[in-house]
């Protein structure tokens, strides 16, 4: 056993892997509950027409799951060690309602399961009107230099 000052890993959490806790950061365990929301304003760039995905200017699906996505990540980043990022695994999304240039929709993701690796969560988006998409992603934690390297 060592002697001597308590360094910050000798107080992480058991089972959390070295240099989680950071001088300027509280980790958090990615644990169901875990949330975050986004915000966009509608744009011509997002529309369907702009996307190649449809023939009408209404907010295109492809950028519905983007946001979707967006807000998943945003709702671990925090829980995670600085060499881990979250990527996209699969995503199941119905677009309910269209929405028009010019409007806003914000979009949640919730952590509703962690297994493993892998993070479930709820998403759901919503403009001035009401409920425009909900569905579910899964994301899995990754080390982002070994990730990385499966790409050379």
């Known amino acids: 056993m060592r002697q001597g000052r308590v360094s910050s890993a000798d107080r992480r959490p058991s089972g959390w892997p070295e240099g989680r806790a950071g001088a300027y950061r509280t980790p958090v365990p990615v644990k169901p509950g875990l949330s975050a929301e986004v915000e966009l304003v509608v744009a011509d760039a997002d529309t369907a027409v702009a996307?190649?995905?449809?023939?009408?200017?209404?907010?295109?699906?492809?950028?519905?799951?983007?946001?979707?996505?967006?807000?998943?990540?945003?709702?671990?980043?925090?829980?995670?060690?600085?060499?881990?990022?979250?990527?996209?695994?699969?995503v199941q999304l119905d677009h309910l309602a269209p929405t028009a240039v010019g409007h806003t929709v914000a979009a949640e993701a919730t952590v509703e399961k962690v297994n493993g690796r892998r993070v479930i969560f709820t998403v759901s988006v919503n403009d001035e009107r009401g409920l425009i998409a909900v569905g579910r992603v899964t994301r899995v934690i990754v080390d982002t230099d070994r990730f990385l390297d499966k790409t050379r």
């Open 51 to 90: 996307q190649r995905t449809g023939k009408v200017a209404v907010l295109a699906t492809p950028r519905v799951v983007a946001l979707c996505e967006e807000a998943s990540f945003k709702a671990v980043e925090h829980a995670l060690d600085d060499s881990q990022t979250t990527v996209g695994m699969q």
